[in-house]
């Protein structure tokens, strides 16, 4: 989530770089972001290769807003 707020859009050997996470884990990763409603998936083809692009959804950014508060909340609670 987090990488696709700083780009308008990437592609998954971009994420799964520089995420280091495999193929298999990111896919479900996806599936289950796309499923919440936190990101928009769309499959083409580049020439004959497949090509899976991911972008971040308003719904998907308010919930990463959400939960970057949280998580501001929490660590100001337990440094103290």
């Known amino acids: 989530m987090s990488l696709l707020i700083s780009t308008e859009e990437a592609?998954?050997?971009?994420?799964?770089?520089?995420?280091?996470?495999?193929?298999?884990?990111?896919?479900?990763?996806i599936d289950k972001l796309s499923a919440a409603?936190?990101?928009?998936v769309e499959k083409t083809f580049k020439g004959?290769?497949?090509?899976t692009t991911c972008r971040i959804t308003p719904i998907g950014l308010k919930a990463f807003e959400e939960y970057v508060e949280a998580l501001k909340s929490y660590l100001e609670i337990n440094s103290k």
């Open 11 to 29: 592609e998954f050997p971009y994420i799964k770089e520089q995420t280091g996470a495999t193929a298999g884990n990111l896919s479900v990763q």
């Open 48 to 51: 004959k290769k497949p090509c």
């Open 37 to 40: 409603g936190y990101i928009k």
